[in-house]
């Protein structure tokens, strides 16, 4: 079992950087999967980024691509989500997301088993 924890949310302006971080309290995150998922009240859930684990391969959410990379740090059993350019459509809750999903169900929440609790970032002038 894996305890995914998230850090590094908070307030920041229009075309500001940010970087959530995604560590494993518990177990580790070797031959998993991860996600970063966002959600704002009253929407479902919305896919932000995929990381293997193993091999480091990333994917994103078409809404974030060009803007937000997803990283490792093997010896920190820590994932990392660097956001750029970010604007006020950006605001959420950011969630950590393990699991095995297969390349067609990267995308959907259902393919993931152990989530976090979550770190609200907010876009805002």
């Known amino acids: 079992q894996v305890q995914p924890v998230e850090a590094g949310g908070g307030l920041v302006q229009p075309g500001d950087s940010l970087t959530l971080s995604c560590a494993a309290t518990?177990?580790?995150?070797?031959?998993?999967?991860l996600a970063w998922f966002r959600q704002v009240p009253g929407k479902d859930r919305e896919f932000v980024a995929y990381?293997?684990?193993?091999?480091?391969?990333?994917y994103y959410g078409d809404s974030v691509k060009g803007r937000f990379a997803a990283s490792r740090d093997r010896a920190k059993n820590t994932m990392y989500l660097q956001m750029n350019s970010l604007n006020r459509e950006d605001t959420a809750v950011y969630y950590c997301?393990?699991?095995?999903?297969?390349?067609?169900?990267?995308?959907?929440?259902?393919?993931?088993?152990?989530w976090g609790q979550g770190t609200q970032v907010t876009v805002s002038s």
């Open positions: 997301a393990v699991g095995r999903p297969i390349l067609s169900s990267l995308r959907y929440e259902t393919s993931y088993y152990y």
């Open positions: 518990a177990g580790t995150f070797s031959g998993y999967k």
């Open positions: 990381l293997n684990w193993s091999d480091g391969r990333t």
